[in-house]
């Protein structure tokens, strides 16, 4: 649906209309068309400038950048002097750069599960063999025993005329529901968007607590044992989780108590409470549409215990201004990236340091040396622009959650996002994707700065990944915010493109091994950058505020 | 004249941030003005913001940073920090093996128990406190000293043939421990040790090498009454309590301490002297110097724990135009990028960030260097930008680059050290520590002019500032240098007044943090007229020299046995 030629002069209504219209030439064509000048400050997006950023965040000295930790402090103050030295202005708290926040965090010392049938001997579940379980983020305890009735998904979406839950007493009681959501492939069965909406925990439990569950046992599927096994969420168990701190205060769900079970783990569970049913069967009931909700006839037992630290960590924010006398200056189009990484793990070959540089040291440097361009540029915006490096990310999307809340300008000022998270580009490519875009308006900015640079705008490579919801993004799109993660796609690309694509992304997506490394080309990461600073340019200089389309996904409905 | 900062960025051409890329684009009309800078030179001078200063400024001065200390965290994630700046605007790698950083191996050690005991005589014996009348240099080569011995004094413990003035021709202090007056004897004359000679001779490394080599078993200085009046004894105490360092190749000196002219006095008095530290200071002025056994026993006791570190100076280049006859030269840039990290606390503060005591200079080079790469076209001569460790343990890392430099040393035909330069008040005037001594007075001169400042004298030329910073390990290899900093002209009383107040309250103090709502114009001011001085030196057809009288053609000095070259 590419609108190319009229949308050119009404770019340059504003310019007109406000005054400030420059002398220079705009053509249609290239990106000049979408800003004059645009063409330079996008050429001087240097390969050199991207690594340099790389180097220094995903550097050993910088231990992974954890939140809470000395190596996410020093890439915040990194930043900070960065976006100081290019002439932005602070944004955060006080007149700072910073926007505090607090997490909780919380690890596991102690747990167990155990499930007890009228008149019977109580069965203790293995934990990290059946269960895995966490601890309350308020007081660091679960303690619950309750009767336990299974419902499925636990999802109720009446547009896909789905409810799991129709005619369930769930009043104190444990659900035992399916993680995610079916995945189809018709508009009326779970999309991906829907179906990565519907199926987060964050989404469920809003409805299962608005029905007053006492716990919820969280159930592995096989589809997302493909995804991430039972096994590595044991693994990973000893990083510990996080959540925000609001006021003192984490949000109720923070206190539920809640386990996963593993899939043997949810047989052993069904044949303690001696019910007939195998976990199998009910999967396939449940994606079938034919599941029937049933209290097992069983109590469960769970205690979990955690210890708490709080967790002192920042994003970083800095503007740059709209032009004077813009009618629409009061309005933001928002950079996102995610500043922190996983820090220090479990070694792998010898290197306990995960760096990060793909995931995300690529992103901020993407972002720094857009906000270079923009600074550049011979007039400034229309809108202003928001450059914001988010911690928590990792943690669930935390920064961007709090930023979304709380954002640095005025309340309804923050109009479309950029995020900037998808790992570094290792090949020249011909094709770029914006995730989520379709969404709303920005799909046409997007157009308008792939077409400028002579690439192709591709569609999501791997939709069943539902990868528009899960990085910074997804906090503007809950929020009713148009948002797009900007990527690399594979049009035009060749075998071995793609298999270099491939190869990089196992070797270094969350490993130790997520180096910056001397003697990569770093051409295809500054060209990436080249068609954001774009894209985010072209969102900010059109006249209508970005908007999401009438019939997306993300527009605010009652019920949701 | 360049007055007016900040407009002029939008002009700048954006795309050819990079030499390579800038060689084809070469300017229509690049005039010259009478001063010989070009256009482009000065729209690349007037390219440099104050933000951009302040930028670096904050990160390194971050407490994050622990005040960058050699050999800890801090210090690296700053020469990190530098080297990704490089990198960023094109500078290349010239340190050892294709990387920006040069490994420089110390010892370093943490000072522990130590005292001075004195015997014998017929006075009152001196009791000796730490902190108080004594300071006791930490011992880096053996860890555990305990020497004794009879005490000779020996006038300043040096002998000058060319002044006619020996130390030694009294007193052999051959396995003696040996007292000597800190510092050389100075004098107005030509003749006999003027203002540089004299801070050059009594350098205390120098003199300890000489002592040690002389056989002496322990040095114990004696701060004389003239500088007890610019930095009292007890003040310079508390530097002490820092760890010190060498370079691990440096060989072994004879253990040293200091006790104030008091204790001295003190010590005469129990030996039975009837002289006072005034009178040997003036014997050996007067080119007469004393020396003498002291007739009584000295016990050297102390102990400190040793380890071996590395820590990195940091090396990138801007190659000089290939087309160039001179092209292969290179002028020098440098800063230190150490500070003295963590330390005693004073108002509850324990960071020493020292935001002017470098950061300031690091962030003045690293803002040079974007510059040099906005000219359009490579300099006549290379740039080499050397940001050096352990400046404050003794100017060790430009030492060690001096001495082991990754560049050909006969190609650098000049240094500018940025240190010390943090000017609170708008910049009328600098100071080019040096630049009296050689050509390069003529760059000072015309890059001050092409801004509107004018040049102003050392202001306090009994410090001697110039031959007590890096640059003087570049002089010592017989490169002509400059220390470049801002000076107070045009200042009002109670502006120099309060100038003075800050730099008491900051110099070597916790107190030296970034400020975030300093005005950083006269910085970036001070940073263009560095930048033009720059460009002047490496653009000139020819090389820099020393003037046809300087004190310091003597250098490149062959090197005294016992001393690494």
């Known amino acids: 649906m590419p609108r190319p030629t009229a949308r050119a002069f009404l770019l340059l209504l504003p310019f007109l209309v406000s005054g400030v219209a420059t002398a220079a030439p705009v053509s249609g064509k290239g990106p000049d068309g979408i800003a004059p000048g645009a063409a330079d400050a996008a050429a001087g997006i240097r390969p050199d400038a991207v690594s340099a950023h790389i180097r220094f965040l995903a550097d050993d000295l910088l231990e992974g950048r954890a939140p809470g930790e000395r190596g996410f402090d020093i890439a915040a103050a990194y930043v900070a002097s960065q976006l100081q030295g290019m002439g932005l202005e602070p944004a955060g708290d006080n007149g700072t750069w910073f926007q505090s926040l607090t997490f909780r965090g919380g690890k596991l010392k ?10 019977g001997a109580a069965t203790a579940l293995v934990r990290e063999r059946d269960f895995l379980a966490r601890g309350s983020l308020s007081s660091g305890i679960f303690e619950v025993t309750a009767p336990v009735v299974y419902v499925g998904y636990g999802i109720v979406a009446p547009e896909f005329h789905w409810d799991d839950l129709a005619g369930v007493d769930l009043k104190g009681k444990i659900a035992l529901v399916f993680s995610g959501a079916p995945l189809g492939t018709s508009a009326d069965f779970f999309p991906p968007i829907p179906s990565a909406v519907y199926g987060s925990p964050r989404h469920k439990l809003e409805t299962l607590m ?7 046992l969280w159930v592995q599927t096989s589809a997302r044992e493909k995804i991430f096994t039972f096994t590595q969420m044991a693994s990973n168990a000893g990083r510990g989780w996080m959540t925000l701190v609001e006021n003192g205060q984490v949000a109720a769900r923070d206190s539920l108590p809640q386990a996963i079970l593993s899939m043997p783990g949810m047989d052993a569970l069904l044949a303690a409470a001696g019910r007939p049913e195998r976990i199998a069967d009910l999967y396939a009931a449940a994606e079938r549409r034919e599941h029937a909700p049933f209290a097992l006839g069983a109590r469960v037992h769970l205690h979990a215990e955690a210890t708490l630290r709080t967790v002192h960590t920042a994003n970083v924010v800095g503007l740059w201004r709209a032009a004077a006398g813009s009618p629409v200056a009061g309005e933001a189009v928002a950079y996102t990236a995610h500043l922190d990484h996983l820090g220090i ?25 857009i906000a270079r361009a923009f600074t550049r540029l011979p007039q400034r915006p229309q809108r202003a622009v928001l450059f914001a490096l988010v911690s928590g990310e990792e943690e669930g999307l935390l920064g961007s959650e709090w930023l979304v809340a709380h954002p640095p300008v005025r309340r309804d000022g923050l109009v479309a996002d950029v995020n900037c998270d998808s790992g570094l580009p290792v090949f020249h490519f011909h094709e770029v994707v914006a995730l989520g875009a379709d969404q709303s308006t920005l799909q046409d900015d997007a157009q308008r700065a792939a077409a400028a640079l002579e690439l192709t705008l591709g569609p999501d490579p791997d939709p069943k990944q539902a990868s528009a919801v899960r990085s910074d993004q997804y906090s503007f799109l809950k929020a009713g915010i148009p948002a797009t993660a900007t990527k690399v796609g594979f049009g035009g690309a060749t075998e071995q493109d793609r298999a270099a694509a491939a190869a990089y992304q196992k070797t270094h997506y969350h490993r130790a091994a997520d180096h910056w490394e001397a003697d990569r080309d770093h051409g295809p990461a500054a060209g990436l950058a080249r068609f954001q600073f774009l894209f985010g340019l072209a969102a900010a200089q059109r006249a209508e505020r970005p908007r999401l389309l009438p019939d997306s996904f993300f527009q605010p409905r009652s019920g949701s | 004249m360049l007055v007016s900062p900040t407009p002029m960025r939008f002009a700048l051409l954006p795309v050819c941030l990079t030499l390579a890329c800038a060689t084809s684009a070469t300017r229509p009309t690049d005039a010259v003005d009478a001063n010989g800078f070009t256009d482009s030179a000065k729209s690349a001078a007037v390219g440099i913001r104050p933000e951009a200063i302040a930028g670096h400024i904050r990160f390194l001065a971050d407490d994050l940073l622990a005040g960058r200390d050699p050999g800890t965290h801090g210090y690296d994630v700053a020469a990190r920090y530098v080297a990704s700046e490089l990198q960023a605007v094109g500078v290349q790698p010239a340190g050892e093996n294709g990387t920006y950083f040069q490994k420089v191996p110390f010892v370093r050690a943490t000072p522990a128990i130590g005292s001075l005991e004195v015997t014998g005589g017929t006075g009152a014996p001196v009791s000796f406190v730490r902190g108080e009348n004594l300071v006791v240099f930490t011992d880096l080569d053996k860890g555990v000293i305990d020497v004794s011995g009879d005490l000779v004094f020996a006038g300043h413990g040096i002998a000058v043939p060319e002044y006619g003035y020996d130390d030694f021709a009294q007193v052999d202090v051959k396995d003696k421990v040996v007292v000597i007056l800190a510092g050389a004897p100075r004098s107005e004359r030509p003749d006999f040790f003027p203002s540089l000679a004299s801070a050059v001779y009594g350098q205390s490394e120098r003199v300890a090498s000489d002592l040690t080599r002389r056989g002496a078993r322990a040095i114990i200085w004696v701060w004389p009454p003239a500088k007890e009046a610019l930095t009292p004894f007890t003040r310079l105490a508390s530097h002490y309590g820092f760890d010190a360092m060498r370079l691990e190749d440096r060989p072994p000196l004879a253990p040293g301490l200091m006790i104030s002219s008091d204790a001295f006095d003190a010590l005469l008095k129990q030996s039975g002297r009837t002289e006072t530290v005034a009178d040997l200071v003036a014997a050996s002025a007067s080119g007469k110097p004393k020396g003498f056994e002291m007739r009584l026993k000295a016990r050297v006791r102390k102990e400190s724990k040793i380890r071996h570190i590395t820590s990195e100076n940091v090396v990138g280049l801007l190659p000089g135009d290939p087309a160039s006859p001179t092209g292969k030269e290179m002028i020098v840039y440098g ?18 960030n020292g935001a002017s005591d470098d950061a300031a200079g690091v962030a003045s080079l690293l803002e040079t260097a974007q510059a040099f790469t906005r000219l359009g076209h490579p300099p006549k001569r290379g740039i080499l930008f050397v940001f050096v460790t352990a400046e404050e343990r003794g100017l060790l890392g430009s030492e060690y680059f001096a001495r082991h430099p990754t560049v050909s040393l006969k190609d650098v035909v000049a240094d500018i050290d940025v240190d010390g330069a943090y000017p609170v008040h708008p910049l009328k005037d600098v100071v080019a520590l040096g630049t009296d001594e050689s050509s390069l007075g003529g760059d ?5 002019a092409a801004l509107g400042l004018k040049v102003s004298p050392d202001p306090e030329p009994e410090e001697n500032y110039f031959v007590r910073s890096d640059n003087f390990n570049f002089v010592k290899k017989g490169i002509p240098a400059a220390q470049t900093f801002n000076g107070l002209a045009g200042l009002t009383p109670e502006q120099v007044t309060a100038e003075r107040a800050f730099w008491r309250k900051r110099y070597h103090q916790p107190q030296d943090n970034f400020e975030p709502d300093r005005d950083w114009e006269p910085f970036a001011q001070l940073t263009r007229f560095n930048f033009l001085l720059g460009v002047s030196i490496a653009q000139a057809p020819a090389r820099p020299t020393w003037n046809a009288n300087s004190w310091f053609r003597r250098f490149p000095e062959p090197a005294r046995p016992g001393e690494p070259d």
């Open chain 2, 335 to 352: 800063a230190h990028l150490d500070h003295m990290g963590i330390g005693k606390p004073v108002d509850g503060d324990n960071i020493y």
């Open chain 2, 444 to 448: 000072v001169a015309r890059a001050a």
């Open chain 1, 345 to 369: 793990g479990k070694p792998e070959a010898g290197d306990s340091i995960y760096n990060g540089a793909s995931d995300n040291a690529a992103g901020v440097a993407n972002v720094l040396e």
């Open chain 1, 110 to 119: 102690d747990a167990k599960l155990e499930v007890g049938t009228p008149g």
């Open chain 1, 210 to 216: 608005a029905r007053g569950v006492a716990g919820v």
